[in-house]
């Protein structure tokens, strides 16, 4: 823990807790006080100033980010006859109906994505105290409940983030892994930035966005000028 902390401390010393940086110097004091022994994950968070609790300012949806996220997820699709064949072609890693229900409720968990045909959801339904607390229930918001299986499958696989405000306002979405070069980051920072704003809703008042930080595994919380982007 000592060299850990030693490590912490070098890199707290290299930020200014006051100033909110650019996005490229915040991207790039990211990957220079990472100090993690893998790739570690680069995360962004938003604090908004938004009411959850109001249905029309409930911020949530998917993009793919135009660099990727330097992880290819593992895709499980519940679907039947000609489209468990297109997910299956689509690079699906598991595609099944009530084997896979079962083993689920077995506990297990070995998958990042889930995506389901419209058809699937009464059977998909009886997950909902497993899938909904890890965010994996597909939704139409997020395009996981689709009958296009080839095109969610190959998204999920390329990239695709899903977001959601929490009851705090906060929405955190990881935007790449620090060994991606400074450009590719800050891409993925802007593409999901101009997300974020878009989803702002019409009867949020003041400022939208209170506070934003970029933060690497186990690193330190940089804080970013939303007007950079």
């Known amino acids: 823990m000592a060299k850990k902390s030693k490590q912490m401390r070098a890199a707290l010393e290299k ?28 995360e962004v968070a938003y604090n908004l100033n938004i009411d959850v609790r109001k249905a029309d300012q409930q911020i949530r949806g998917a993009m793919v980010l135009p660099n990727g996220t330097g992880k290819t997820s593992r895709v499980l699709v519940f679907a039947r006859g000609a489209k468990a064949e297109e997910a299956k072609a689509a690079g699906a890693d598991f595609v099944g109906e009530d084997d896979l229900v079962a083993k689920i409720n077995g506990g297990w968990l070995d998958f990042d994505v889930v995506i389901a045909t419209p058809d699937m959801m009464a059977l998909v339904g009886r997950l909902g105290r497993v899938l909904g607390p890890r965010n994996l229930m597909p939704n139409p918001k997020t395009g996981t409940v689709t009958m296009d299986v080839a095109k969610a499958v190959e998204e999920s696989k390329g990239g695709k983030i899903t977001y959601r405000a929490d009851k705090a306002g906060i929405v955190q979405a990881i935007i790449g892994k620090v060994s991606f070069n400074a450009d590719q980051l800050v891409g993925n920072f802007k593409a999901f930035h101009d997300t974020i704003v878009k989803a702002k809703p019409a009867t949020a008042k003041g400022t939208y966005i209170t506070s934003l930080t970029i933060t690497t595994t186990q690193g330190v919380g940089i804080k970013v000028d939303p007007n950079s982007l």
């Open 15 to 42: 930020i200014d807790s006051t100033k909110a940086y650019s996005v490229e110097e915040a991207v790039a004091l990211a990957q220079e006080t990472n100090f993690a022994k893998f790739d570690a994950t680069v």
